[in-house]
C-alpha cells in the first residue's frame, strides 16, 4: 500500500484516485466509481466527492493507497 500525502485536512474521493495514480483521469475516476469498484476503508463507495481524511485507505484494481498528512 502507498502512502499519499495531501497538503489540506480532507480531499475528495475522486482526486485522490488521480493523484495517488490509480487511475489516469478524472473522466477515469467518474466511471470506475459509479461502476463501484473503488473501496474506501474496505467498502464500496458511489460517492466521487467524498471528503477523506488522512488514514483512510482507497482501493482500486488491486492496488492501494492511503491519505497520510503531509
Known sequence: MDNVPIRDGSIRLGQFLKLAGLIDSGADAKSVIAEGLVTV??????????????????????????????
Open 41 to 70: 476503508n474496505g467498502e464500496v463507495d458511489l460517492r466521487r466527492g467524498r471528503q477523506l481524511r488522512p488514514g483512510d485507505e482507497v482501493s482500486f484494481a488491486d492496488r492501494s493507497a492511503r491519505v497520510t498528512a503531509d
